[in-house]
């Protein structure tokens, strides 16, 4: 009974609450930055690149094998695919530079927030504005 009220204990905690939180949040903008790279943001490169796929390049160590008559693979190509970790790069690259900007947004916001004049707190009374006070009440007093 001790391990499943220590195991509450620590599941109920705040930081591991937050960072349950702070997981499923990061999923889900994991799969728009995805999206954004993938739908708006890599067509356009594709555009200023010429239409360059990368994923296209490759060292073909053997080729494959097929029969001329069926058309069936015999033997599959075997190649180094380099060409597909240099668009996964820059991928990483430019999901990298989309959560930095989206960061960077997020601390601006954060800091104008905080820069927000705080009020003046009242001037404190002067020591001759409490030692007329303290006169004015001893006369009432007398």
Do not use: H
């Amino acid at each position: 009974m001790k391990f499943i009220s220590e195991f509450k204990e620590f599941a109920m905690r705040g930081n591991v609450m937050d960072m349950a939180v702070g997981v499923v949040i990061g999923g889900a903008f994991g799969k728009i930055i995805t999206s954004l790279v993938g739908d708006v943001i890599m067509p356009l490169v594709g555009v200023v690149t010429g239409g360059v796929n990368f994923t296209d390049y490759k060292w073909v160590l053997q080729e494959a094998v097929i029969d001329a008559q069926t058309q069936e693979v015999l033997t599959p190509e075997v190649s180094v695919n380099w060409g597909t970790t240099i668009q996964t790069v820059v991928d990483f690259l430019i999901v990298a530079f989309c959560i930095f900007c989206a960061i960077k947004a997020l601390n601006n916001l954060k800091r104008k927030k905080e820069e927000a004049p705080a009020p003046e707190a009242p001037a404190a009374p002067t020591t001759e504005q409490l030692l007329t006070e303290i006169r004015d009440i001893l006369n009432k007093q007398s």
